[in-house]
């Protein structure tokens, strides 16, 4: 952290190199989910991150922002037992 408040801090990697993502983190699962030839639902992704259905969601949508399409295959609505 720097300690001028007016002057920018150097991030820690050289300019123009892509950063690599952290190892072992709930995104690099969720991805590793996704890129699976069957793909995956929104309550296996619930089940690998302990998120709830909307974060699952919102973490779609995210990706779409940062450029990663997401291609939803089938939608299928789940009505409880009974």
């Known amino acids: 952290m720097c300690r001028e408040r007016w002057r920018p801090c150097a ?4 300019a123009g190199t892509p950063r690599r993502p952290r190892e ?9 989910l996704l890129r699976r030839p069957e793909g995956a639902t929104i309550a296996q992704v619930q089940d690998a991150t302990g998120w709830a259905q909307h974060t699952c969601h919102s973490f779609l949508t995210g990706l779409t ?3 990663i399409s997401v291609t939803v295959l089938e939608r299928v609505r789940q009505v409880g037992p009974g």
């Open 11 to 14: 991030p820690p990697w050289p």
């Open 24 to 32: 072992g983190t709930k995104q690099q699962a969720v991805l590793a």
């Open 65 to 67: 922002k940062k450029g």
